[in-house]
């Protein structure tokens, strides 16, 4: 190849790039070249984006103390691992990052207990072994200072039998296994998911997977500012639909501003919730001195009708 064009390519490559591992390295005398993995350019190129690229925006949001900095982190990941062409898949990752509002998705069936008796089965260990002991015992953790932390204690069970080498899973492959976790019925077909991650992953993004299955990523940022630093509108369109896949679809573009949207008959609405306060003071000064009316309230589960001709939909919170 021509030196001036190596020269020229290595310097448009200095810019860093959102896009994963090193895949090419040529020689020329003087001269070494190593060339990224291109910024996807479809949604198709954006399902390639690799699972560990999220994680390393998850760590990296954990060390920050500011809102701000956690919500350029986010920003930063979208940017430059999707890129403007491919905006059509961010749904594929905002369902991880806020996993507790995905409904594309069933349920796992898998609270700690049960996950944690589904991973000493996918790691083929002896139930009264020392590290199925410290999984099914986690609020103890055996004494270590992660107890308490299910994610935490499995990872350092994990990390002595899976090491920190990546396994190079990108996000579309973690969302094909998080839906043949969600379709299985028996502990042994969840186990067998389980297993086939844990062959692929390290003990890091493990950590984390688990943290999505438990839908508690613990990243000290609030739903509201993710949607915010998603897209301006992107709270408000969620607060009307409840459907994330349906903001991530239509809010693509965040320079370009949506209508409010009213309630539609079919789609649940997000219900308002009562803000905490410490005392009976407190909440009176919010009301600013306007009358008021209390009441008990009742045990009991609050359901959304909606109610479309002869179709009717129940919607639980």
């Known amino acids: ?83 403007a062409s491919g905006r059509d898949d961010y749904f594929s990752a905002l369902r991880l990052i806020l996993p507790s509002l995905d409904r594309e998705r069933g349920s796992y069936g898998l609270k700690e207990a049960a996950l944690a008796a589904a991973l000493v089965e996918a790691l083929g260990i002896a139930k009264d072994s020392p590290d199925a002991v410290r999984l099914t015992n986690w609020r103890r953790g055996g004494g270590g200072r992660n107890a ?5 204690v499995a990872a350092e069970v994990l990390q002595r039998r899976q090491g920190m080498t990546s396994g190079g899973l990108t996000i579309k492959e973690v969302n094909d296994a998080l839906d043949r976790l969600s379709a299985s019925d028996t502990r042994s077909e969840k186990a067998s ?13 493990m950590k984390w997977l688990l943290m999505i299955i438990i839908k508690d990523l613990k990243l000290g940022i609030s739903e509201k500012s993710i949607f915010h630093e998603f897209h301006p509108d992107a709270e408000d369109l969620f607060n009307v639909t409840c ?37 009976a003071s407190s909440a009176w000064k919010k009301l600013h001195g306007k009358p008021v009316v209390a009441e008990c309230k009742f045990d009991g589960d609050r359901i959304q009708i909606h109610k479309n001709g002869e179709e009717i939909h129940f919607f639980s919170r």
């Open 1 to 83: 190849p021509n030196p001036l064009e190596l020269v020229r390519e290595k310097e448009q490559r200095k810019k860093k790039q959102y896009s994963g591992d090193t895949i090419l390295q040529r020689e020329a005398p003087g001269l070494t070249l190593c060339r990224p993995h291109p910024a996807p350019t479809t949604p198709a190129m954006a399902a390639t984006v690799r699972f560990g690229l999220l994680v390393a925006m998850f760590q990296a949001m954990t060390r920050d103390r500011t809102s701000a900095k956690k919500r350029g982190r986010l920003r930063t990941f979208l940017d430059r691992a999707y890129g």
């Open 148 to 152: 308490g932390n299910f994610s935490l």
């Open 193 to 205: 998911v389980l297993s086939s991650l844990i062959k692929k992953t390290n003990a890091l993004e």
């Open 243 to 279: 459907d994330l896949k349906r903001v991530c679809e239509k809010l693509n573009d965040r320079s370009q501003r949506h209508k409010r949207q009213d309630i539609e008959v079919g789609k649940a609405v997000r219900p308002q919730l009562a803000m905490r306060v410490g005392n």
